[in-house]
């Protein structure tokens, strides 16, 4: 398969690793399929190729024109940092530092994904990832029975957000302070159930929900 393939059709599921590295990033990053190609200098359908093909094997020069056309970096492209917590690179050159709007937390916090909770616990705080939605302005989750998440309800909790732009030493974070409850109501657990953006990652049956009433929202960004 060539860079010169020039075949257009609708775009359709991410195969492999870095097909859905590629689809991710580059959606988070709002660009189509065929900004990106033109950004990289290679044609819209060998883009393609790439993201339906697990079996896909570019050349080094065409990754680095990929990471540099989606402002990543290589080893984030194709998952050589997976393993890594984010954030090893060196500060950028006059970072700018700035307190995001009520409105801009919203937003960054719509987007839905995994977050990380605070929960006080008998034997002090701890902080859990869990898979979250937004829900009529609240934080909502799904959990097991016992397990640590589920600990938060009754009790005032702190839950973030972030993003990490390693290739250019930026990002941003959202912090939520509210006060966690347990859903008890079927009529309202079957409404969550129905518009959360998604099931726990960790997967098995995981049918407590937890809503978290926020009484302050804040965050920050860090800019380049």
């Known amino acids: 398969m060539t860079e010169q393939h020039t075949a257009k059709a609708p775009e359709g599921t991410p195969s ?24 990289a200098g290679m044609a819209p359908g ?12 570019p050349s080094h020069g065409v990754l680095l024109r990929l990471a540099g056309a989606l402002e990543t970096t290589l080893p984030s492209l194709t998952g050589g940092n997976a393993d890594r917590p984010p954030g090893p690179g060196l500060a950028g050159h006059s970072p700018e530092f700035t307190e995001l709007s009520r409105t801009e937390c919203g937003d960054l916090l719509s987007t839905h994904g995994v977050g990380r909770l605070a929960v006080p616990t008998d034997k002090g705080p701890v902080i859990v990832p869990v898979n979250y939605s937004v829900v009529d302005g609240t934080i909502v989750f799904r959990t097991a029975q016992g397990a640590t998440p589920s600990l938060a309800a009754g009790c005032p909790v702190a839950f973030e957000i972030d993003r990490i732009d390693e290739a250019f030493s930026q990002g941003w974070s959202v912090l939520v302070r509210g006060h966690a409850r347990l859903v008890t109501d079927l009529g309202e657990a079957q409404l969550l159930a129905r518009r959360a953006y998604s099931t726990p990652w960790a997967g098995g049956r995981r049918d407590v929900w937890v809503r978290i009433e926020p009484y302050a929202v804040t965050g920050r960004r860090i800019t380049v």
Request: hydrophobic share 25%.
């Open 16 to 39: 492999g690793d870095l097909g859905r590295r590629l689809a991710t990033r580059r959606t988070q990053l709002g660009l189509t399929r065929e900004e990106t190609a033109d950004r």
């Open 46 to 57: 060998y883009l393609r190729y790439l993201e339906e093909h697990s079996d896909a094997s």
